[in-house]
């Protein structure tokens, strides 16, 4: 059987319970180490074997699972942050449907989630932003027309890229088309989690070249939004005391 996992953004003790009891009981372990700490590994028993993906097709994941399934052993594909996002997850389960092995999917901590606790951010503030926009810039990957970034910031809400560090003169040219304007807050956040961790706070008018100042081409998450401004937002309902819930009468 094989257990996909979510390694969490870096920080070996952001995995799952789950995930690590998972990894605990691993035959092979299949990670993708361009961005999976590898002291996860140390959660894995002595003698199972490892794989690093990023050497990897997808034809030779697949073998090294068929030999761990011939060897009678589980194997754990630990993904970074959680597999559901850009992890390249879709095309294993459906060729693992495929050959007759089963798999389950553990979830992990999105890097948007350790990015957002990093900075002290809330996405979703009452009165300023109630939805996230995660996207990334057209790369080698290409981005359907529909959701061309110009597009995607005439809403002005919450947004992160990923895979897109490399771009950001293109990423904040795009952005400033949309509803944001130079001084909408933005910040980029690299290795969130990890040792090596950076915080640029910045607008998104001074966007690509605060990135090029610190040296920051990938590896990196762009916040933009008004989320991230210190205030200009409302009190929620739910724990205002006028305010009736089905757990607690308001008083007014
Ligand atoms: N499934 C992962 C994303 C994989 S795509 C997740 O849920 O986080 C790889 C991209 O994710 C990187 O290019 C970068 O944009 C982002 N990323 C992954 N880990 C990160 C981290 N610790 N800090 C900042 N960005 C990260």
Redesign the pocket.
């Known amino acids: 059987m094989v257990h996909f996992v979510?390694a969490g953004?870096?920080a070996a003790d952001l995995l799952t319970v789950r995930g690590m009891r998972l990894l605990a009981r691993a035959g092979c372990v299949i990670y993708a180490g361009s961005?999976v700490n590898p002291a996860l590994l140390a959660y894995a028993p002595a003698g199972c074997t490892v794989y690093n993906s990023a050497e990897m097709t997808l034809e030779q994941v697949l073998q090294a699972i068929r030999d761990a399934e011939a060897a009678g052993v589980d194997t754990v594909r630990l993904?970074?942050?959680?597999?559901?996002?850009?992890?390249a997850i879709q095309e294993q389960m459906d060729a693992l449907d495929a050959l007759g092995i089963p798999w389950d999917d553990t979830p992990?901590?999105?890097?948007?989630c350790?990015?957002a606790a990093a900075l002290g951010a809330e996405y979703t503030l009452p009165g300023v932003s109630q939805s996230l926009i995660i996207t990334?810039m057209a790369g080698r990957t290409p981005v359907p027309a529909g959701e061309d970034l110009t597009a995607l910031a005439s809403h002005g809400c919450s947004m992160v890229?990923?895979?897109?560090?490399g771009l950001l003169d293109e990423v904040q040219a795009r952005l400033l088309q949309g509803a944001y304007t130079p001084d909408t807050p933005a910040a980029i956040?690299?290795?969130?989690?990890?040792p090596q961790?950076k915080l640029l706070r910045c607008t998104l008018g001074t966007l690509a070249r605060t990135a090029a100042e610190a040296g920051v081409r990938?590896?990196?998450?762009v916040l933009v939004g008004d989320f991230l401004a210190q205030g200009g937002y409302q009190r929620s309902k739910l724990y205002d005391p006028a305010f009736t819930t089905g757990f607690r009468e308001g008083k007014a």
């Open positions: 979510g953004p870096g961005l993904h970074t942050g959680d597999p559901c996002l850009y992890g992990g901590v999105s890097s948007f350790a990015a990334r890229l990923f895979l897109s560090a956040v690299y290795k969130a989690s990890w961790q990938s590896t990196a998450l």
